[in-house]
Nanobody, 124 residues
């Protein structure tokens, strides 16, 4: 079992930055690829990025590439989502997830474990 706890959400003005954290616990947590998703009210859960278990490979959709960056601290079993140049349309609940590999990292079924989410609100 892997437990994931997100933190760092909040209210920020457009153009600002936030860094989300996802703390993982469990015997094999460090061996999982990690993904970040977001879900706005009335919308489907959307992929915003993923990182391999080693931290060497990252993958982002066009909607956030160049603005968002994922990193991980293996020693701390923590993954970060640095979000810059935030826009009102980035407002959503952000979730981290753990999966066995980076294959098809952009779809939710690729992940076995999910956190509870953290709210990010970007005001205009």
């Amino acid at each position: 079992q892997v437990q994931l706890v997100e933190s760092g959400g909040g209210l920020v003005q457009a153009g600002g930055s936030l860094r989300l954290s996802c703390a993982a616990s469990g015997r094999t947590a460090s061996r999982y690829a990690m993904g970040w998703f977001r879900q706005a009210p009335g919308k489907e859960r959307e992929f915003v990025g993923a990182i391999s278990w080693s931290g060497e490979t990252t993958y982002y959709p066009n909607s956030v590439r160049g603005r968002f960056a994922i990193s991980r601290d293996i020693a701390k079993n923590t993954v970060y989502l640095q979000m810059n140049s935030l826009k009102p349309e980035d407002t959503a609940v952000y979730y981290c997830a753990a999966g066995p590999r980076m294959t098809m990292a952009w779809v939710t079924p690729s992940y076995d474990y999910w956190g509870q989410g953290t709210q990010v609100t970007v005001s205009s």
